[in-house]
């Protein structure tokens, strides 16, 4: 059993940048995959970031401004968001799963999100 708990989310204007915090407990997330979804206000939950082991992958709307790392000491990852955009407003969720991919289907555990809001 994993519980996670985003934090770091807010207001920023457009090209600022926000660093967002997900701590997992219950067990380490040194075997899992752990991913960020958006879910902006009447759209689906998208997939942003994943990373497994040594591979990481980004959707392409953030590739080049968003950059996602793990302390596994601090069972900790870390989504780091700069030059935002208003497009970038929506709720952020942290995901966890033995063997994720970029859908949510893909996801058992979940955070309870953390709102980004980027002014323009």
């Known amino acids: 059993q994993v519980q996670l708990v985003e934090s770091g989310g807010g207001l920023v204007q457009a090209g600022g940048s926000l660093r967002l915090s997900c701590a997992a407990s219950?067990?380490?997330?040194?075997?899992?995959?752990m991913a960020w979804f958006r879910q902006a206000s009447g759209k689906e939950r998208e997939f942003v970031t994943a990373?497994?082991?040594?591979?990481?992958y980004y959707a392409d709307s953030v590739k080049g401004r968003f950059t996602f790392s793990r302390d596994i000491a601090k069972n900790t990852v870390y989504l780091q968001m700069n030059s935002l955009k208003p497009e970038d407003t929506a709720v952020y969720y942290c995901a966890a799963d033995r063997s994720g991919g970029s859908t949510t289907s893909d996801y058992n555990y979940w955070g309870q999100g953390t709102q980004v809001t980027v002014s323009s």
């Open positions: 219950g067990r380490s997330f040194s075997s899992y995959t």
């Open positions: 990373i497994a082991w040594l591979s990481t």
